[in-house]
């Protein structure tokens, strides 16, 4: 079929299923727009370009499928630059195209030209510049299965707007075939039963579920091995909501900011099974001396995370999924019987700290306690809500309260990227329209990312936001106490806007609460109002996230 280089791209998301883009026009990249808006494909115009690829972030972690985000040559492409390695960070499926000044003048310094694919070399998956139009259909099939395969990644194709305008007869390939890349899916048996045999010697056993249990699709078959070997199971940031919060082996988030009985798990267990975790220094500050008490078990896809920042005993390379499918097989095999027996004695220890632990839920004068307020929403929201944190203090008051029974958390994790919440819901909502979706943000991050209530408005994306206002960059004040003698240094919010007047500027209802018995009234606003609605709750500047 002979057609323009445009309306081939068009055909090639088509044919992937792709049926929500992100994006933000400009000049290179509008031979594609125009082709574009002759298809069925919805395009969510966001409010920065960075945003584009937080939206397509949420709308991939909710459907599983690599996500599709379009911004133009130069500022649009570099302002895209930490939305790409946000997700590149997190394990996150994204075809990302972007316009190219035209083929002839690739070098010269022209008008808003910049080297994209040079640019993103080091936090990206797999990049491409079309040169031959003719590559269009083999590329975009190639991204899309790279993007969405092994250890997934953001997937970059930039193409120069002269290439988009040619013409080609067009065909889209059925299959991939790279011979250089090959990822591994099934767990090697020996290792798998050597896993099996490690465990079943073991005294007190943990799990450490990672993001990698949400990118397998593995919570079912991460359940199925629990309630089988009744191991307790603690949390990274990125796989909270792995074990429901009400599960009897859940212990909850471990880390910096983890709760005391996951952390004293992590320290006590001299089995530690890391599933799809990477062992950043957030969560486990010290690795290397952690691991010279314990055996360590590490299965993930990517054979390049394990043992980088952990010793490791016993590897296990391939999907996490079938891992602990196999590992539950190898489980209930004559001789090892892994059934919870012979464990009383680490379990008791580890409700003992359970009852131990009081999350501080007191009241506050004339302000809210965040983590009573974060505590009372999880029992209102729906059990299937998304809830999509932000960076900064909201996140640990979101993270260590987190109780939704068959929704998810979602955050960033590797980069910290503030400003992330919000397009990230718009996203999450874009791809589950009929679930709850709530961001909740900082006054500080929502400052970096308010301008996509018009999104939310133009596309109706409804969105619930929490806003805690404490006029502070609230972690970086609390770190400034810590380690620089309470000097606090540019951490003051001064001057930022009545956000319930912002709201109303977007046609968006609002409340704002500071008082503890506010709390159930305000969140009853929040949860029955239609459309959109924003809650602003004031803490006090000295809140900790201890």
């Not at 949390?235 to 910096?256: E, K, N, V």
Request: charged share 20%; glycine share 8%; aromatic share 6%.
């Amino acid at each position: 079929m002979i057609t323009t280089v445009s309306e081939a791209m068009v055909r090639c998301l088509e044919a992937e299923g792709v049926e929500t883009i992100f994006g933000y026009p400009g000049a290179t990249i509008c031979p594609f727009y125009d082709a574009l808006s002759r298809s069925n494909i919805r395009h969510v115009l966001v409010r920065t370009e960075q945003n584009a690829g937080h939206a397509a972030n949420g709308y991939a972690r909710m459907t599983g499928k690599p996500a599709v985000c379009v911004v133009t040559s130069g500022p649009g492409a570099t302002n895209l630059i930490t939305g790409i390695s946000t997700a590149y960070m997190d394990s996150i499926p994204m075809v990302i195209i972007t316009g190219q000044v035209v083929s002839s003048l690739l070098g010269s310094d022209v008008f808003q030209e910049v080297d994209i694919t040079g640019s993103v070399e080091a936090f990206i998956k797999h990049s491409y510049l079309i040169k031959d139009p003719k590559d269009i259909g083999r590329i975009f099939k190639e991204a899309f299965y790279i993007a969405g395969t092994g250890r997934p990644g953001p997937v970059l194709i930039d193409i120069p707007m002269d290439v988009q305008k040619m013409e080609i007869d067009f065909t889209y390939p059925e299959k991939v075939s790279i011979r250089s890349y090959r990822p591994s899916f099934k767990g090697h048996i020996g290792q798998i039963n050597k896993a099996a045999a490690a465990i079943a010697k073991a005294k007190r056993p943990l799990i450490v579920a990672g993001g990698g249990i949400f990118i397998s699709k593995a919570e079912k078959t991460l359940r199925t091995f629990v309630e089988k070997t009744k191991i307790p199971v603690v949390t990274t940031l990125m796989g909270i909501g792995a074990l429901q919060p009400d599960d009897p082996c859940a212990l909850g988030m471990i880390g910096m900011h983890g709760i005391r009985p996951a952390n004293y798990a992590v320290g006590q267990a001299d089995v530690l099974i890391l599933c799809g975790a990477r062992v950043a220094d957030r969560t486990i500050p010290n690795p290397e001396a952690l691991a010279r008490h314990k055996t360590i078990i590490h299965m993930d896809i990517d054979p390049a995370e394990i043992g980088k920042n952990i010793g490791v005993d016993i590897p296990v390379v391939g999907d996490i999924r079938m891992i602990l499918s196999q590992l539950t097989e190898a489980a209930c095999e004559d001789g090892l019987e892994i059934d919870g027996s012979g464990w009383d004695d680490w379990w008791e220890e580890l409700h003992h700290q359970q009852k131990e632990y009081h999350p501080d839920h007191g009241d506050r004068k004339n302000y809210v306690n965040p983590k009573l307020f974060m505590h009372a929403l999880y029992q209102k929201l729906p059990e299937d809500a998304i809830v999509v944190a932000d960076v900064g203090q909201n996140q640990m008051w979101a993270a260590n309260e987190f109780s939704v029974k068959k929704g998810r958390f979602l955050t960033s994790g590797g980069m910290g990227t503030m400003g992330y919440s919000l397009p990230c819901a718009i996203g999450a909502k874009a791809a589950c329209p009929d679930r709850m979706t709530v961001s909740v943000c900082g006054d500080g991050s929502f400052q970096m990312c308010f301008m996509e209530l018009a999104t939310e408005c133009q596309h109706h994306i409804p969105v619930k936001t929490v806003v805690f206002t404490n006029n502070r960059l609230g972690m970086v004040r609390e770190h400034q106490r810590v380690a620089w003698d309470n000097n606090l240094t540019a951490v003051f919010l001064d001057g930022s806007p009545d956000f319930a007047k912002l709201a109303e500027a977007y046609g968006i209802p609002s409340a704002r609460i500071h008082l503890n018995d506010q709390i159930e009234l305000a969140i009853d606003s929040l949860i029955h109002s239609e459309g959109s609605f924003l809650l602003e709750v004031i803490v006090d500047p000295l809140e900790s996230t201890l």
